[in-house]
């Protein structure tokens, strides 16, 4: 991926949610690494104070995410996971696995995609000096994502302006809020597509899968939906009857600043870095995806991608793009003196790497498939064939180990060494709250997974699947989000303290399978 290293320019802060100054803003405050016109309001905010205490210490009270019908993870909104809550990963690694040289096709496949960040990396990471035809297969089973993700993809190979293309997909995937010219080029370039479509097969059966496929010259679109997902999909790009800008915001607001749900952000926002509370605070207050001191004046049209209910905000409290992204890429991205603002560099790092996808695509021979059937199902819509990769994704329940007393007391031990115990702490100190967070980044994860393979029977599978675990992998680290450096060496205070900022707690796996060639013995 291509990234500059030249000073990002940004407007002017001095604005409002209406107005906006023309003029450059070229300074960032020495305090808060902020732009400098904004940096009264966050240099003075009490979040940027390294001692700052969440409410419920201040006030003296238990906090609501600890008591019998409140558990500390309890979700809060709608159920739609429109963006990714792990880092995305090239499932492709090819220089590291086939090689650059590789001279045959490729085809992969996204079983369960969510939303199309693996996508965009794998892609864009790709060597230039590979030039057969990629094939990417898209599956979900939530409409709304897979319409989102076939818009973009659309944008992404419509629009000759890449710039423009790039830009507007940004901010359908990540704002709550798009502008004009966002809208005109949905409209100028998605709509028209998708309403041809619909025409033709006015007169077909419900139910009934039906392909359109489109072409750019090296680069294909094939979309295989039901009639009734076509319809919908046309829907995407309006907004309800009579939802207004402010409406629109006042429908966020509820849920990603809900009062009671002070408690959970406050407890999120204590494990952060001061100046990345106050970024943090301004995107769930505006959901929009700009540098700090940008002007959100002209992003006054709701993303009819997330408002297809004029009653409703589709995600959970919990939702942040940032997620998405590994931390470190995030964090590296060079924007100037402005080094905090960090869904500043999360803007710039996307744009990079939205572009690297574009130029990439220019350059191969590529063509998506795109479906919306249940994964295991799915098998009966391919072409018959092989696949260099597939994506899955599973969820498991933790063993129930965890929370044995003197596994327990064994976690928060290795914990004080990077979290070491203050006088009068209690099961409400913000203090303790945080080193039992952070409990899983110590556990034994090898001893979980192996637990968990066997009573999944899972060398009985790899036999009748013809299928092995690799070790070690090639493609991505298998434990992401574990913790690298023991307590004390340098750097390791810093890797604990990102990682208890996090969503991810450090159990996060990734295995790697393959063909097994002959009959697979258990390895463990």
Not at 21 to 35: F, M
Not at 436 to 457: C, I, N, T
Not at 505 to 510: A, I, L, R, S
């Given at each position: 991926?291509?990234s500059?290293?030249?000073?990002?320019?940004?407007?002017?802060?001095?604005s409002?949610?209406?107005?906006?100054?023309?003029?450059?803003?070229?300074?960032?405050?020495?305090?808060?690494?902020?732009?400098l016109?904004?940096?009264?309001?966050?240099?003075?905010?009490?979040?940027?104070?390294?001692?700052?205490?969440?409410?419920?210490?201040?006030?003296?009270?238990?906090p609501?995410?600890?008591?019998?019908?409140?558990?500390?993870?309890?979700?809060?909104?709608?159920?739609?996971?429109?963006?990714g809550?792990?880092?995305?990963?090239?499932?492709?690694?090819?220089?590291?696995?086939?090689?650059?040289?590789?001279?045959q096709d490729?085809?992969?496949?996204?079983?369960?995609?969510?939303?199309?960040?693996?996508v965009?990396?794998?892609?864009?990471?790709?060597?230039?000096?590979?030039?057969k035809?990629?094939?990417?297969?898209?599956?979900d089973?939530?409409?709304?994502?897979?319409?989102?993700?076939?818009?973009?993809?659309i944008?992404?190979?419509?629009?000759?302006?890449?710039?423009?293309?790039?830009?507007?997909?940004?901010h359908?995937?990540?704002?709550?809020?798009?502008?004009?010219?966002?809208?005109?080029?949905?409209d100028?370039?998605?709509?028209?597509?998708?309403?041809?479509?619909c025409?033709?097969?006015?007169?077909?059966?419900?139910?009934?899968?039906?392909?359109?496929?489109?072409?750019?010259?090296?680069?294909?679109i094939?979309?295989?939906?039901?009639?009734?997902?076509?319809?919908?999909?046309?829907?995407?790009?309006s907004?309800?009857?009579?939802?207004?800008?402010?409406?629109?915001?006042?429908?966020?607001?509820?849920?990603?600043?809900?009062?009671?749900?002070?408690?959970?952000?406050?407890?999120?926002?204590?494990?952060?870095?001061?100046?990345?509370?106050?970024?943090f605070?301004r995107?769930?207050?505006?959901?929009?995806?700009?540098?700090?001191?940008?002007?959100?004046?002209?992003?006054?049209?709701p993303?009819?991608?997330?408002?297809?209910?004029?009653?409703?905000?589709?995600?959970?409290?919990?939702?942040d793009?940032?997620?998405?992204?590994?931390?470190?890429?995030?964090?590296?991205?060079?924007?100037?003196?402005?080094?905090?603002?960090?869904?500043?560099?999360?803007?710039?790092?996307?744009?990079?790497?939205?572009?690297?996808?574009?130029?990439?695509?220019?350059?191969l021979?590529?063509?998506?498939?795109?479906?919306?059937?249940?994964?295991?199902?799915?098998?009966?819509?391919?072409?018959?064939?092989?696949?260099?990769?597939?994506e899955?994704?599973?969820?498991?329940?933790?063993?129930?180990?965890?929370?044995?007393m003197?596994?327990?007391?064994?976690?928060?031990?290795?914990?004080?060494?990077?979290?070491?115990?203050?006088?009068?702490?209690?099961?409400?100190?913000?203090?303790?709250?945080k080193?039992?967070?952070?409990?899983?980044?110590?556990?034994?994860?090898?001893?979980?997974?192996?637990?968990?393979?066997?009573?999944?029977?899972?060398?009985?599978?790899?036999?009748?699947s013809?299928?092995?675990?690799?070790?070690?992998?090639?493609?991505?680290?298998?434990?992401?989000?574990r913790?690298?450096?023991r307590?004390?060496?340098?750097?390791?205070?810093?890797?604990?303290?990102?990682?208890?900022a996090?969503?991810?707690?450090?159990?996060?796996?990734?295995?790697?399978w393959?063909?097994?060639d002959?009959?697979?013995?258990?390895?463990?």
């Open positions: 991926m291509q500059t290293t030249q000073p990002r320019q940004y407007p002017c802060a001095n409002s949610r209406t107005w906006h100054c023309p003029n450059e803003d070229k300074s960032a405050c020495g305090g808060c690494r902020l732009v016109t904004e940096h009264k309001k966050s240099c003075k905010s009490p979040y940027m104070k390294n001692f700052w205490s969440p409410s419920w210490h201040t006030e003296g009270r238990r609501a995410f600890i008591n019998n019908s409140a558990t500390p993870y309890e979700s809060f909104g709608s159920a739609k996971y429109f963006w809550n792990m880092p995305a990963i090239d499932i492709l690694a090819l220089e590291q696995n086939e090689g650059s040289d590789h001279l490729l085809n992969l496949l996204f079983a369960a995609s969510g939303d199309f960040r693996n965009v990396k794998t892609v864009a990471a790709i060597s230039t000096s590979y030039n035809q990629l094939t990417v297969t898209l599956n089973l939530d409409l709304d994502i897979v319409a989102r993700n076939a818009i973009m993809l944008l992404l190979f419509a629009v000759d302006d890449t710039a423009a293309a790039v830009d507007c997909v940004l359908i995937w990540y704002s709550a809020q798009i502008t004009k010219a966002h809208i005109e080029l949905l100028t370039s998605v709509r028209p597509l998708i309403e041809e479509t025409k033709k097969i006015a007169e077909k059966p419900n139910g009934q899968l039906l392909a359109k496929a489109w072409s750019w010259g090296n680069k294909a094939r979309i295989v939906l039901s009639k009734e997902a076509w319809e919908a999909t046309l829907s995407y790009l907004l309800p009857t009579g939802l207004s800008s402010q409406g629109a915001h006042d429908l966020r607001l509820a849920v990603t600043l809900a009062p009671e749900r002070k408690d959970h952000l406050e407890r999120h926002l204590y494990a952060l870095s001061p100046s990345r509370r106050v970024c605070l995107y769930r207050q505006d959901g929009i995806l700009l540098p700090f001191g940008y002007s959100r004046s002209a992003y006054r049209i993303n009819p991608t997330f408002f297809q209910k004029s009653d409703e905000w589709p995600l959970k409290d919990s939702a793009p940032i997620d998405g992204w590994a931390i470190n890429d995030v964090m590296g991205t060079f924007v100037g003196d402005l080094t905090n603002d960090i869904y500043g560099k999360l803007y710039c790092y996307v744009k990079d790497i939205l572009t690297s996808f574009c130029r990439r695509a220019q350059t021979t590529i063509s998506f498939n795109i479906f919306q059937v249940d994964a295991t199902s799915l098998v009966d819509h391919l072409s018959p064939g092989t696949f260099a990769r597939i899955s994704r599973k969820s498991v329940m933790n063993s129930g180990e965890d929370r044995d003197n596994v327990m007391m064994k976690e928060m031990k290795l914990v004080a060494e990077y979290l070491p115990p203050r006088p009068n702490m209690n099961s409400n100190n913000q203090y303790f709250i080193a039992s967070f952070a409990k899983p980044f110590v556990r034994d994860v090898d001893r979980y997974l192996g637990k968990y393979m066997e009573k999944a029977q899972v060398s009985f599978l790899m036999q009748v013809k299928a092995r675990v690799k070790s070690p992998n090639s493609i991505v680290d298998k434990w992401p989000a913790l690298k450096l307590p004390k060496q340098p750097g390791a205070q810093e890797e604990f303290d990102a990682a208890v996090s969503k991810l707690n450090g159990t996060e796996c990734y295995l790697e393959q063909r097994a002959e009959p697979v013995k258990p390895f463990w």
